[in-house]
Every structure is written in C-alpha cells, then in structure tokens.
C-alpha cells in the first residue's frame, strides 16, 4: 500500500493514462512500421516476433505483476482499426519506433505491419498517416525468408519426450520456445554464421547501423591516404594549373626587365634577340621525378627471384594432391573406427518383439555420438600460406592435425595409405619418404621444376604434456610437434600484421635471398626476418619504397639490434616474453651486424648492385647539364693545347 501511495508510481500511473488518452502513432517514414509492447516498452519487427514475446516469460511476469497491483493494462488499437485484448493481456499496438535492427533476405511485400486495403495507400491507425504501396513493397518480409540450418539445432526433451529447449550449433545459442527456434533459423545472425560455415551461396543483405557507418569512414580514409601518396608519386592534378600561374608571373616580370633593352629606336617597335627566350611554359620543375635508382634495383631483383608461372603450377598441382589424399586417408580412418563401434549381434540371439505401448510420445533413442577423426584438418604454413616462395627453391609445409597425440605407428599407417592413394592418383609423379628424423611424410615431384612438399602430423594436446610423457605410447617427439603448432602461429601472424604493410612482402623476399646467397646471414631464419622487416615498417611514419625500406632494416641491423646487451626483438607469437636472435652466438651476431654495416656503406655510395648481387641499371634521372667553363677554354686556347697533347716548354 505504501507503494502505491508513492511519488513514483503516481508518476507512471499518469504517464500511462496520458499515453492511453492519446492514442497510437505511427510514423510516415519507411522503414519504421512495427509492432509494440507498451506494457514491456518492446519494439517487434513482425507478427511472430511479437506473439513469441507475448508468449515469454518476461512479458507474462509484468502482466501478473500490473494485474496483482491493479494497474491499467494499455490497449492499443491494431493497424486494421479493431480493438481488444489479444493472447497475453496485450493487442498489436503500433508506435512510432527506430528502424528495424535486422534485415532479412525475403519477399518484396511488407506483411508483418498490419492490414492493409486494396487501394494504393495502407491506413495506419487512426487515418492519420499513410505509407505507399511502393514503399511497403520496398520493405523486406521476414514471413517470405525461408528457415535454413535446421539441422544444426538440437532438441533436449524431458521424461516425457517433450522439447524443453534448443541449441543452435552454429550460433552456439540456446533458447526455449519453438517459434524463436524458427525466427533464430530466419535470422541474419543465424544465416550469416550458415554461409560462413555451411553454404557460401547463401544470399545474406548488409545490416545497416554504426559498423557500416565505420567501414565508410575507413573506406574514406584509406582512399584519402591512396589519393595523397597517389599525388606524392604521380604529380597533383592541379600541377597544371599553378604551373600556369607562375608561367604568368614570370613572364610578366620578364617584360617589364627586358622592356628597355629589346626597343628598336629606329623602327620604333619592340624586337626580340636572338640570345633572350622567354620563360618555358613547362619548367623543369613540373617533370616527374624519376624512380630512386635504389627502388629500381631493389624491384629488378625481386622479379629475377619470383617464382614462375611453370614454379606456380607446380606448386598448385603439389599441393592439391598432397590435400586431396589426405583427405581421403582421414575419411578411410574415420569409417574404419566408426566399424569397431558397432557391434555385431551374438549368435543364436532370438529378436524379441516388443509389444507396442501405449504412449507414442517417446523418443526414440539417439545414437551413439561418433567417434572424433584421428586426422582433423590440414592447413598451409610456412613460405606456401605466407606467398614468399621463391625461384629454385620451391618448398612446401603442410600441418595435419591430429585429436590426439600422434604416433609413429599412425604415422606409419599414414604413410601406407597416403602413399597407395597417391601412386592411384598420380601415378610415377611422386616420390614419399619419410624424413632424415623419422617424424615427418616428404613428397618429392619427380618432373621439372621440382617441388618438395612436408607433412607433419601435430595435435592441440601436446601442449598440456611435457617432454617426459612423449616416451609413453610410441609418441612422436614433443619439440617437433609444438614446433608445428607454432608455424601455425607464424602463418596467422603473418597474413594479419605482415602481409598488408607496404613494400613488405618483396623485402623479406630480398632477405631471404640474401641469407641463401651469403653464408653469414644464413643463420637467421625465415620467422626472424620476417619480424624484423615488419617492426621496421611499421614503426615508419608513412609507408616506405622497397629501396628505403631496406636501407631501414639494414640501419636497424647496423645499430646493434642482435648483439648481446641489444634491444632485441620480442617473439610476437609466444606468452613468455623471448627474443627471437636467442638462437643465434655471440660471434654470429657480431658477423651479421658487421656485414649489414658494410652493406650500409654500399649502399651510401650508390652500389645497392652488389648487395644484390646483379648488374647495375642504366639512370633514368634528368640529363645533367654541364657547360664548360668559359675559364678552362681561354686557357686552352691560349695555350694552344689539345686534350691529350702538351706542347713542350721553350727553353
């Protein structure tokens, strides 16, 4: 009692009374017509929306709780103008609400808004705002949009076999009642998660809101930024323009200095001579810049080492038999352990009928879950996922993963049927054989050019083990597997930072040529020099050119990056803070940094060539323009000597 006697719920109690006097609104916007629970303060997009909320428990508990308390329960007229109290306590009201917050892929007939007549406008309410057939027939109908996933919700049931509630696996979502089941299934989330994963055919509209607003803006800004380097590197295109402006200026300036000098006194006009020119038009000052002779070289020997199109398909044609044999020994495991499950009925066994009961409301039972794929999946690592493959040097790294800790005898086994299927498949092409270690399945091709393709086999369980338990189960070394699964890592880490920086891919490209061509830098692996070229890249102000790039690296190199006591370079990939020069001595550091000094002389000097082991370019730069000196000249001819002949002094 002392509640209802209360400022507050005297506040809302005339609150209500007044919204109950005023009677509904509907906006004449588009887009805005939709169902609502003024009881709840709920907006609903359509018809089934609305009924299963009218039907949840969260609606039914504030009816019982206005109705205990005896406040007035809203009713609100319906969009075909009849009134009355529908399921619930509560009619299909419609309010001037936001738009909707999902879109549906359906029909072109907006049904889930209320009746409509048969002219060419749709009476709202009380007659006080129309929408145009157009404009409904411009709206999505979530009724038309057929449910899809079905099959990926699952049921649980009670004692007595009736669905209590149901989990999406898809969405990984659970709910209670069975028409949100089938509004879950018409939803974009849902269809979304559907084409990621199941079908990528399925048409899904773009959600309209605040992501969309954000991926223009970063759309804007990227194409701001393109623009500006695009007129850094190609001329403005208004060069033309202020060119013309100052061609004006000075040519004016050129009249009024000339004017006196050029004046003809006898013919009484003015006349221009022959060593006097006006200013040019097109000053040298709007000629393109030409490319840094360092850019030029640095962009001739990344094409001398990027892999051919016969490297190329090679490489595809290596890597789709390796995936497709796989996949084929993964299903031959797969149905053999689902073989050993079931078990065969004992002989002499009588079957029994059993008589039929009386409720058929049971479920049957479900079948046995099946057993987890000894081969889980396949994935690229390595040069093959990152795109730094090289010419000559065609190198290929698979990863299978495993549920379980691999073996030598499944890796054995591996290689028995992967190597049956294959010579199936392709005939004398390839060449299988395991590693020096004994770990590892190696294909070779056996046709030009020639491709060498890794499989190891790792799982997610050795990281819960440690090197003691790999003794027990004939189980393959611990180092080797979590060595793969951070080349799984590598790959990740890479096509997210790495691979969209400018300039960055031909420089690690550059790098890796170098480490094969001199002994001193092989020491460095393929990961270090990633990360390297990528801290020093992204650490620049504004995206650099292959030429500036590397002197940046080198001058990061030369400054004592590797050396003992050094900053050095954190393993982006690890937990446990690492550096990732740990693997290199003393000695071998201070050879590398020596060398990258050295090329930094080189390269000071105008001989980027011989870093890159390569003939120098022909410049492309401006023609010099020398002029003799008018001093030398007097004294050559003075002298009366020649280039290459001296006269000999008189005595």
């Not at 109690?13 to 805005?32: C, H, I, R, T, V």
């Not at 449910?147 to 979502?173: D, Q």
């Not at 990528?534 to 650490?539: F, M, V, Y």
Request: hydrophobic share 30%.
């Amino acid at each position: 009692m002392e509640h209802l006697e209360g400022k507050n719920h005297k506040k809302k109690e005339a609150q209500a009374k007044a919204a109950e006097s005023s009677g509904p609104k509907l906006s004449s916007a588009p887009g805005l017509r939709q169902l609502y629970c003024q009881l709840c303060d709920i907006a609903c997009t359509g018809t089934d929306t609305y009924a299963a909320h009218i039907r949840g428990a969260k609606h039914q508990k504030v009816l019982n709780l206005h109705t205990k308390l005896g406040k007035p329960i809203p009713e609100v007229q319906s969009a075909d103008g009849t009134g009355g109290r529908g399921e619930g306590g509560m009619m299909t009201g419609i309010k001037k609400v936001g738009p909707a917050k999902m879109n549906f892929i359906g029909g072109s007939q907006l049904t889930t808004t209320g009746g409509t007549d048969g002219g060419n406008t749709a009476e709202i309410a009380d007659g006080t705002s129309t929408l145009s057939r157009d404009e409904i027939e411009g709206q999505e109908d979530v009724s038309d949009v057929q449910p899809v996933g079905l099959e990926y919700i699952e049921e649980s049931r009670n004692e007595t076999g009736s669905a209590v509630s149901f989990h999406c696996k898809l969405c990984n979502c659970n709910f209670t009642d069975p028409l949100a089941k089938i509004m879950h299934t018409k939803g974009r989330r849902h269809r979304l998660n559907y084409k990621q994963k199941v079908d990528p055919t399925l048409p899904v509209s773009m959600k309209p809101g605040s992501n969309n607003q954000k991926f223009r803006q970063t759309m804007k800004a990227k194409r701001s930024r393109d623009d500006y380097w695009r007129r850094h590197f190609y001329g403005d295109p208004y060069r033309q323009e202020v060119e013309e402006l100052r061609y004006e200026k000075e040519y004016l300036k050129w009249q009024l200095s000339h004017a006196l000098e050029r004046y003809d006194w006898l013919t009484c006009s003015y006349s221009m001579a022959p060593s006097e020119s006006p200013p040019s038009l097109f000053a040298p000052v709007c000629r393109q810049a030409p490319e840094p002779q360092d850019d030029q070289h640095v962009k001739a020997k990344h094409a001398s080492i990027y892999p051919t199109e016969e490297d190329l398909a090679a490489v595809q044609g290596t890597v789709l038999d390796c995936e497709s044999t796989l996949k084929f020994v993964s299903d031959l495991f797969a149905s053999a352990s689902e073989a050993q499950n079931v078990q065969p009925p004992a002989t002499g066994a009588v079957d029994v009928v059993d008589e039929p009961k009386e409720s058929s409301s049971e479920a049957p039972p479900a079948p046995p879950p099946a057993p987890p794929r000894e081969l889980k999946a396949v994935v690229r690592v390595g040069a093959l996922s990152k795109g730094l493959l090289l010419h000559g040097n065609l190198n290929l790294e698979l990863i299978v993963l495993c549920s379980n800790w691999p073996t030598f005898d499944l890796l054995n086994r591996v290689m028995e049927e992967f190597t049956k299927k294959l010579n199936e498949t392709a005939p004398d092409k390839y060449a299988v054989s395991l590693s020096p270690e004994g770990v590892d399945l190696v294909v070779t091709s056996l046709a030009e050019p020639k491709t060498t393709c890794t499989v190891s086999l790792t799982s997610l369980s050795v990281k819960g083990g440690s090197a003691k338990d790999q003794g027990t189960g004939g189980r393959l070394d611990h180092g080797k597997c979590l060595k793969s699964l951070a080349a799984l890592r590598h790959a990740k880490w890479f096509q997210g930072k790495a691979s969209c920086l400018f300039s960055c891919v031909i420089l690690v490209r550059i790098l890796k040529d170098i480490c094969h061509r001199i002994p001193t830098w092989s020491h460095l692996s393929d990961w270090s020099l990633e990360v390297l070229a990528e801290k020093c890249l992204s650490s620049c102000e504004e995206p650099l050119q292959p030429g500036a790039g590397l002197r940046c690296i080198l001058e990061c190199i030369s400054s004592g990056l590797l050396l003992n006591g050094g900053p050095g370079l954190y393993d982006p990939c690890e937990k446990d803070p690492s550096d990732i020069f740990d693997c290199l001595s003393s000695q071998q550091k201070e050879d590398i940094t020596v060398s990258a000094q050295h090329a930094l002389r080189l390269l000071a000097l105008g001989q980027i060539y011989k870093i890159l082991d390569m003939e120098p370019l022909p410049s492309t730069g401006f023609p010099a323009h020398r002029r003799k000196r008018q001093r030398a000249a007097d004294c050559q001819a003075q002298q009366g000597t020649t280039v290459g002949n001296v006269q000999p002094a008189e005595n």
